[in-house]
T-cell receptor, first 109, second 117 residues
């Protein structure tokens, strides 16, 4: 199966700062998603982005499929952005998702 | 749209008993559902993939006789942990994918925290 590397593993920001999270894949994927896991464990879909760029409010994501990586941008971070961010990718028709190890983000006042 | 529910959210059971977890897609038909397991401070690991009306496909190392999966309808999949032991204690999360060919996006339930005493 594919390998998914996420960086950085941990990140501490002051409120208002910007950040970039990265996800590298060992193989081409045709399914790529970014999630935020809240303190209660719920995975919240942020982006479905197998290629291209998308924006949703203060968040945006870019996937460069030919280079096998994806980036998640968080601008003007808020304390409510704290939590774990996961990327996950899948290949083939069955489209099982392989998750990265996550980025633990803490936004401080 | 694309809401997935799980029940129960939390369950405590005694060693040797069986526990059933339900996963429902509330506002769409899910041709494929997935079951994941997450240990504290770790990532999600896929356990199995189920398609409506057919047998589940288990990932390597997952005991199919211990983790019984049934996908009886386009909106319901169940995971039964049989003869549970303390090492089965974990956070179990399901996801569902609609049948649209244009998207492989998965939507996740809120998870079930299982504690086996």
């Amino acid at each position: 199966g594919i390998q998914v590397e996420q960086s950085p593993p941990d990140l501490i920001l002051q409120e208002g700062a910007n950040s970039t999270l990265r996800c590298n894949f060992s193989d081409s994927v045709n399914n790529l998603q970014w999630f935020h896991q809240n303190p209660w464990g719920q995975l919240i879909n942020l982006f479905y982005i197998p290629s291209g760029t998308k924006q949703n409010g203060r968040l945006s994501a870019t996937t460069v499929a030919t280079e096998r990586y994806s980036l998640l941008y968080i601008s003007s971070s808020q304390t409510t952005d704290s939590g774990v961010y996961f990327c996950a990718g899948g290949t083939g028709g069955g489209n099982k998702l392989t998750f990265g190890t996550g980025t633990q983000l803490k936004v401080e006042l | 749209g694309a809401v997935v529910s799980q029940h129960p959210s939390r369950v405590i059971c005694k060693s040797g008993t069986s526990v059933k977890i339900e996963c429902r897609s509330l506002d769409f038909q899910a041709t494929t559902m997935f079951w994941y397991r997450q240990f504290p401070k770790q990532s999600l690991m896929l356990m199995a993939t189920s398609n409506e009306g057919s047998k589940a496909t288990y990932e390597q190392g997952v005991e199919k006789d211990k983790f019984l999966i049934n996908h009886a309808s386009l909106t319901l999949s169940t995971l039964t942990v049989t003869s549970a032991h303390p090492e089965d204690s974990s956070f179990y999360i399901c996801s569902a994918r609609a049948g649209r060919r244009s998207s492989y996006e998965q939507y996740f339930g809120p998870g079930t925290r299982l504690t086996v005493t």
